[in-house]
């Protein structure tokens, strides 16, 4: 009973579930005026089910290719500890009451009558990340600006979950987070190349590591830090970042840019794996110092 708990959370992928709970969190956090624990509990509780739902479907898609990558090939349905019916089932039932969870926030911003704002975006990024983006990692490199979306999408479902809005200023944490992924992803695709290609997943644009996908790392990863300090300059509901915060994120944003010019410069797997290690880096703690910024650092600067 207990090796067989390990394998629904081996199915779900906890710890990336778990990074999804920390942006919808800090999505919230940053738009929320009066805050609500009961919102916040179901947020995160909601967020993720949700995203291990899509991350189960998304293993059963793929458990025939899993066998044939080393990352992947331990998962329970590639060693058969999980049958897929029983696969199928949990992830449809968690998928269910995440969305559920995500449904009694704000319920009376409804959409077609059943689901909330939240839910609505939930059940968005599962479809996409299922329908669209997990397929696609066969057939075309868009598979990466596709599933860029609902990767960005978990900012955004903790700000609507906090105003029942949108805007402008969560439309810039949705495109910071959605410019991210690039350089994010094409480090991992860099290092796991052989990988991927041996799956028949087309995970590196212009199929080979070179400069073409290092120039697309280094183009977003620049938007990516302009766009993070527009709310320095720009006169925004809920977010007016301070001079510190904006020191601290443009600080972080040149560094994480400069990884990925170094990625440029020097074509080689170790700069990739570096430029991987400080996207993991960059993310939470630029997302760490806008929620700072609103409840800590405005108050002494």
């Known amino acids: 009973m207990i090796s067989s708990i390990k394998y629904y959370f081996q ?4 710890r990336l579930s778990f990074t999804v709970v920390i942006s919808a969190t800090a999505g919230y956090l940053i738009g929320v005026e009066n805050f609500d624990y009961i919102e916040l509990i179901l947020l995160a509780l909601g967020g993720f089910l949700v995203t291990g739902s899509a991350n189960g479907f998304n293993q059963i898609l793929e458990k025939d290719y899993d ?15 999980l049958t897929t019916l029983n696969s ?6 968690i998928g269910v009451l995440g969305l559920y969870l995500l449904s ?43 599933g860029a979306i609902p990767g960005a999408i ?20 949705f495109a910071i987070q959605f410019l991210w992924q690039f350089p994010h992803f094409i480090s ?20 080979e590591k070179g400069k073409y996908p290092a120039v697309i790392a280094l183009i977003t990863s620049t938007v990516m830090t302009i766009i993070s300090v527009l709310p320095f300059f720009l006169d925004l509901n809920f977010i007016n970042l301070s001079i510190v915060s904006f020191i601290l994120v443009l600080t972080l944003g040149i560094w994480f840019t ?34 700072m910024d609103k409840w800590v650092i405005k108050w002494f600067f």
């Open 67 to 81: 066998k044939l990558m080393l990352r992947t090939m331990h998962r329970p349905l590639p060693k058969k500890n």
């Open 88 to 93: 199928l089932i949990f992830s449809f039932i």
């Open 154 to 173: 978990p900012v955004l479902l903790g700000w609507v979950a906090a105003t029942d809005d949108f805007g402008l200023a969560v439309g810039l944490l």
């Open 258 to 291: 400069f990884n990925s010019y170094k990625l440029l410069r020097t074509p080689e797997d170790s700069v990739a794996k570096n430029l991987m290690i400080s996207s993991l880096v960059y993310l939470p703690f630029m997302q760490l110092i806008y929620v």
């Open 104 to 146: 009694m926030i704000k319920p009376h911003g409804s959409f077609y009558g059943f689901l909330s704002k939240s839910s609505a975006f939930g059940l968005l990024s599962l479809m996409i990340y299922v329908l669209s983006y997990t397929p696609l990692k066969r057939m075309s490199t868009v598979s990466i600006f596709v």
């Open 188 to 207: 991992i695709s860099w290092i796991r190349d052989d990988e991927y290609k041996k799956a028949g997943f087309k995970m590196m644009y212009g199929e």
């Open 11 to 14: 199915l779900l992928k906890f």
